[in-house]
T-cell receptor, first 112, second 114 residues
Framework: QQQVKQSPQSLIVQKGGISIINCAYENTAFDYFPWYQQFPGKGPALLIAIRPDVSEKKEGRFTISFNKSAKQFSLHIMDSQPGDSATYFCAASYTGGFKTIFGAGTRLFVKA | DGGITQSPKYLFRKEGQNVTLSCEQNLNHDAMYWYRQDPGQGLRLIYYSQIVNDFQKGDIAEGYSVSREKKESFPLTVTSAQKNPTAFYLC?????????????FGPGTRLLVL
């Protein structure tokens, strides 16, 4: 119940294309869903986050879509660029839980 | 220049040896965390601390120990009891341990077994 399942494990997208990464969860107590971006040899950094009271959040080329009834959320990267090549982690946490649960990660490669 | 520093960048451990990974933050954050990253397994929580002189086990604490004697420091010791220590270790901190807090990560330490 504490798991966050992330897919795909890896993704190759052409420059200018749309990258889509999906996550699913079971615990309905989760109330915060961040996405982290990690470049090779570096620590992850927060990219964008959403709370379950909204269905979509957009920041620049990055959009989170959230489906509360399906217990799923996804990251869309529009106009993907080679500089977006990184590992992306979805995550979830809940008030009073003190921990953030991370998905297994998706390695994105954007071909020039 | 605020942030989280981890040292060393690479660490080599011999059989039966304890090694300590350093994590320091100057963000004045109360909460600190240690994660282990293995390929295809995401980030797994080893230990976390919500406040000085207090810490709790995470999901994979066996073979590891921590201390939190100062707000800015949260060192992790990988003991000889950890039979498979080769991994990338990440330290993180957040203002508090609340649900909506962003975690800020250090650059990581890669531990290799000789």
């Amino acid at each position: 119940q504490q798991q966050v399942k992330q897919s795909p494990q890896s993704l190759i997208v052409q420059k200018g294309g749309i990258s889509i990464i999906n996550c699913a969860y079971e615990n309905t107590a989760f109330d915060y869903f961040p996405w982290y971006q990690q470049f090779p040899g570096k620590g992850p950094a927060l990219l964008i986050a959403i709370r379950p009271d909204v269905s979509e959040k957009k920041e620049g080329r990055f959009t989170i879509s959230f489906n509360k009834s399906a217990k799923q959320f996804s990251l869309h990267i529009m106009d993907s660029q080679p500089g977006d090549s990184a590992t992306y982690f979805c995550a979830a946490s809940y008030t009073g839980g003190f921990k953030t649960i991370f998905g297994a990660g998706t390695r994105l490669f954007v071909k020039a | 220049d605020g942030g989280i520093t981890q040292s060393p960048k690479y660490l080599f451990r011999k059989e039966g040896q304890n090694v300590t990974l350093s994590c320091e933050q100057n963000l004045n954050h109360d909460a600190m965390y240690w994660y282990r990253q293995d390929p295809g397994q995401g980030l797994r929580l080893i230990y976390y601390s919500q406040i000085v002189n207090d810490f709790q086990k995470g999901d994979i604490a066996e073979g590891y120990s921590v201390s939190r004697e100062k707000k800015e420091s949260f060192p992790l010791t990988v003991t000889s009891a950890q039979k498979n220590p080769t991994a990338f270790y990440l330290c993180a901190s957040s203002l508090t341990s609340g649900s909506f807090e962003t975690q800020y990560f250090g650059p990581g330490t890669r531990l290799l077994v000789l």
